[in-house]
């Protein structure tokens, strides 16, 4: 009996050594404090019907991976550097969105219906406030609806080039989504 308990302490023992030596190897991952994305995909969800009339929506995914892990903007985070200032500043927004539509000739053109940068967004914190920094990966959903007919047509193939933008204004690179046929 007493071997026994000898023996099985002696296991629990060499288990809490080699458990304690593998997890010291464990590293965080060492990713860029600027963020980074790609896999780029769009995504034709429904058309919606609501107070604005019907509306396509479409679904921007990407994969993100950033250093700090300071992505996303809270609701609080609408002065100083983040002021409106009336849609002329470009640090309010954190998701850079620009669509663009394949002309008569093949070729994909810009599509504004007022000005450069109308489609651009923010999307909520990926980590709680106070949260140490850290580094994130995962991927960023991104809803965007149309009117009917504007800016997108049925027939139109469209694709999105997207950049996204963390609290310390270090912008990611650009990526390109899907090519996706409006219904």
Known sequence: MRTLFYSSLRWAGLL???????????????????????????????????????????????????????????????????????????????????????????????RFTSAPGEYNGRFPRITADGTKEAPVKGDLRYSQSFGLGSPFRPGDVVHFVISIQDRALHESNQVTTNDITIP
């Open 16 to 110: 809490a050594i080699v458990g304690g030596a593998l997890s010291g190897c464990l590293n965080p991952p060492d990713y860029s404090d600027t963020p980074s994305i790609d896999n780029a995909r769009v995504s034709f969800q429904q058309r919606l019907t609501g107070n604005l009339g019907t509306r396509d929506s479409l679904v921007l995914t990407v994969s993100y991976q950033d250093g700090t892990g300071d992505l996303g903007l809270s609701t609080t985070d609408n002065t100083g550097v983040y002021d409106y200032m009336n849609g002329t500043n470009r640090n309010y927004f954190n998701y850079f969105l620009q669509p663009y539509v394949k002309d008569a000739q093949g070729n994909f053109q810009p």
